[in-house]
């Protein structure tokens, strides 16, 4: 039995132009401790249904355990002539405890076992990806919190529209990702489905147990049909557009925080830890930080696309091009626990500039609307309200004066029910304040969505310790 462990039907060696073009072992080791627990849970379900002996099961079992903790001390190296993680597996259980070894590869095939691999490997990532998504929502929190008091203007078309809290558009982006997370674990619960027994295709002719299976690896599920078991790869490209959601999310507040950080805006300053300086322009200080999580959406997107592209087509059921759905998942894993990770450590290092967020949040008629509101309130069809604002509007502009500075008299010019009651609807906060429909910016539905906010982190957290 030297060579490949499907030598037998083969007259020649592969050629090694083939064998490096066809491995996967450089990017599928780190499947490793996946590939090991599947497969003691596996051999379990062999000695438990009389397909292996106890005997056979408790050598294979302690062989893989010690080969297990041989790749964590790194003391056993990959090589491409081994093709994949299943096969690296097997040849290093078989040097350390011969013959016997070659028993676990009974009733499953790598087409099964990669699925369950996967399986195995995206539930811990949406568990891990989820704990950061709620340690964010948490951080966004905390900011709506501590910086309740500051207004800035909320913009539509990036032109001054209405001011807003700061805290309710903290929040906007807790919503965000609220939804992000929500997403994740739908994703999860397709997940979390147990592969193995599909063997190569059509199921095996042993007499395995997949409930077993599935119980001793936490799944609550058994996929219920071999040749979609092995053959789709749906999981995985939901997870990554839900990934590719989440980063387009994390996109838009980088791109916030990048506006912000302009001399134009002046809104806020990073860290100095969180920026980076100029080769050449010594009075640089650069938001590079968010630059790149906007520019990292990037590599979400292009993995989606590669995932829908590879799967597109393929007749049923497992083809090799599925290997290349494991590259584009690891780097979306990769890139969006690195961005995450880096955004909540950046986001309490931010200092706000309150009197420019003000100042600015004033400017440009932003209290039109209330004036129109006003008017409406006094009977005014809101039509006619608008076009009677509007015209104050543009004598305001032609005159250089803010709505609030203009005389009772030069209100009545252009609406005689106009009263002095209207100048405590053109303060910046009461306007704030006065926008309580549901969602909307008034404090008291900030701090109510926000005491909400924590309540639900808790509730959240407390199921995914369990
Ligand atoms: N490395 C393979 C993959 O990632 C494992 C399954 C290989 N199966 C096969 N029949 N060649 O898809």
């Known amino acids: 039995m030297e060579g490949k462990p499907w030598q037998g039907r083969f007259d020649q060696p592969t050629d090694s132009l083939v064998e490096s073009f066809t491995a996967s072992i450089h990017f599928d080791q780190r499947?490793?401790?996946?590939?090991?627990?599947?497969?003691?849970?596996?051999?379990?379900?062999?000695?438990?249904?009389?397909?292996?002996?106890?005997?056979e099961a408790a050598q294979i079992v302690q062989g893989l355990g010690e080969v297990l903790r041989e790749i964590e001390r790194g003391e056993l190296t990959f090589d491409p002539s081994q093709e994949d993680i299943h096969m690296a597996v097997e040849q290093f259980l078989i040097q350390?405890?011969?013959?016997?070894?070659?028993?676990?590869?009974?009733?499953?095939?790598?087409?099964d076992q990669i699925c369950l691999d996967m399986r195995l490997y995206l539930r811990a990532v949406i568990f891990q990806v989820r704990a950061l998504i709620f340690e964010l929502q948490e951080t966004l929190v905390d900011l709506a919190e501590k910086h309740f008091d500051i207004i800035l203007p909320g913009y539509t078309h990036l032109q001054h529209a209405q001011p807003v809290l700061l805290a309710h558009h903290f929040m906007a982006y807790y919503e965000m990702f609220h939804r992000d997370e929500e997403r994740l674990t739908q994703c999860l619960e397709r997940t979390n489905v147990m592969p193995l027994g599909s063997a190569a295709l059509a199921g095996t002719t042993l007499p395995i147990d997949m409930e077993f299976t599935a119980r001793a690896l936490g799944f609550p599920q058994v996929t219920r049909n071999s040749l979609d078991a092995v053959g789709d790869r749906d999981y995985l490209i939901e997870f990554n557009a839900a990934c590719a959601i989440l980063m387009m999310h994390i996109s838009r507040l980088s791109e916030e925080l990048i506006l912000w950080s302009t001399s134009e805006f002046a809104f806020i300053e990073m860290s100095d830890a969180f920026c980076t300086g100029s080769s050449i322009m010594p009075q640089?200080?650069?938001p590079d930080v968010p630059e790149l999580m906007r520019g990292k959406v990037g590599r979400v997107y292009g993995n989606l696309t590669a995932l829908l592209t590879i799967t597109k087509a393929l007749?049923?059921?497992?083809?090799?091009?599925?290997?290349?759905?494991?590259?584009p998942i690891f780097d979306t894993v990769d890139t969006v626990l690195a961005t995450?990770?880096?955004?909540v450590r950046l986001l309490p290092e931010i200092r706000f500039f309150r009197e420019q967020m003000a100042t600015m949040a004033e400017q440009g008629y932003t209290l039109a609307t209330d004036l129109a509101d006003y008017l409406v309130r006094k009977g005014l069809a809101f039509r006619k309200a608008h076009f009677v604002v509007g015209q104050?509007?543009?004598?305001?502009?032609?005159?250089?004066k803010q709505?609030?500075?203009?005389?009772?008299?030069?209100?009545?010019?252009?609406h005689k029910g106009i009263d002095a009651d209207i100048y405590p609807f053109l303060r910046l906060g009461s306007a704030v304040d006065r926008r309580t429909s549901i969602g909307g910016t008034a404090s008291s539905r900030v701090r109510q969505a926000i005491e909400e906010a924590r309540q639900e982190i808790i509730a959240k957290r407390s199921v995914l310790d369990v």
Do not use: W
């Open 403 to 414: 709505l609030q500075d203009c005389s009772l008299d030069e209100f009545k010019r252009y």
């Open 315 to 327: 007749p049923l059921a497992y083809n090799r091009d599925l290997q290349e759905d494991k590259e």
């Open 340 to 343: 995450l990770r880096v955004l």
């Open 284 to 286: 640089k200080k650069n």
């Open 392 to 400: 104050i509007v543009q004598y305001c502009s032609q005159n250089q």
């Open 31 to 55: 499947l490793y401790q996946y590939d090991i627990h599947g497969s003691i849970a596996h051999c379990q379900m062999l000695a438990k249904c009389k397909i292996i002996s106890e005997d």
């Open 96 to 111: 350390k405890i011969g013959e016997v070894g070659g028993k676990l590869h009974t009733a499953r095939s790598r087409n």
